[in-house]
């Protein structure tokens, strides 16, 4: 019998440290910069990254991953709001990357899984931040009606002054690890109505996520509460 028990030990010590590896995780903040006829505006929101490596590749992307956080909101002039969408934890160029991007910066290097499978317990050469190039940019957007969900619309982040007026204009996107903690309540403190979206699953036009097809190019029909808040993933 204790043969037996100590195989079994044996065996979960084995599994355990196996399917261990291949698992990073690492909380990350991204600050958009304006610049207002006022002054300089900043906001931040910290989100947790989780990546997994699949030692089954069922789906043939060979990792796994999620998401906890929100998008970070700036208030542009008073009562006017600019929102930095979430980007998927899988998306490689932008969340899924960011340590490993810090280290291709620095280094000269491409971003690749060899890079990735480099980041794990390296985070002192991937601390610091980083400024995003345009093509890494997280979605912009706003309301013409703070109130109405339906009124959302796409911010160029080359011109938002064609939305929030003369001399506004997008200074930085930078991103940089952290250890500070997820940001929670601010997207709800400025979208009062977000909760309901979320527990009814409404895209923002206000049509179910689950018994409605997407039926136009109407931003409002092809976007829900996901990309601005997502709590565990």
Same mark, same amino acid.
């Given at each position: 019998m204790k043969r037996v028990l100590v195989v079994a030990a044996v065996l979960v010590a084995l #599994?355990?440290?196996v399917f261990s590896q291949g698992r990073y995780s690492w909380h990350q903040k991204l600050t958009i910069t304006v610049e207002s006829p006022s002054g300089e505006v900043s906001a931040s929101?910290?989100?947790a990254v989780r990546w997994r490596k699949q030692w089954f590749d069922w789906d043939g992307m060979g990792w796994s991953y999620g998401l906890t956080g929100e998008a970070v909101v700036v208030e542009v002039t008073p009562g006017r709001y600019l929102f930095a969408l979430l980007?998927?934890?899988g998306t490689t160029e932008?969340? #899924?990357s960011v340590a490993a991007a810090s280290i291709a910066g620095r280094e000269g290097r491409v971003i690749d899984g060899a890079l990735f499978a480099e980041v794990q317990g390296?985070?002192?050469?991937a601390a610091g931040v980083i400024t995003l190039p345009d093509y890494q940019y997280p979605i912009l957007v706003t309301f013409g009606d703070i109130a109405d969900p339906a009124s959302v619309m796409l911010v160029d982040p080359e011109d938002l002054a064609a939305v929030f007026?003369?001399?506004v204009r997008l200074q930085a996107?930078?991103?940089e690890i952290t250890r500070e903690a997820v940001t929670e309540g601010l997207?709800?403190?400025v979208l009062g109505w977000i909760g309901d979206y979320q527990k009814n699953q409404w895209r923002l036009d206000g049509k179910s996520c689950v018994a409605c097809p997407i039926s136009s190019e109407n931003l409002a029909d092809l976007m829900s509460a996901g990309v601005f808040i997502v709590r565990r993933n």
């Open positions: #599994g355990w440290v929101a910290v989100s980007k998927g934890a932008y969340m #899924g390296k985070r002192d050469r007026g003369e001399g996107v930078t991103l997207v709800e403190g």
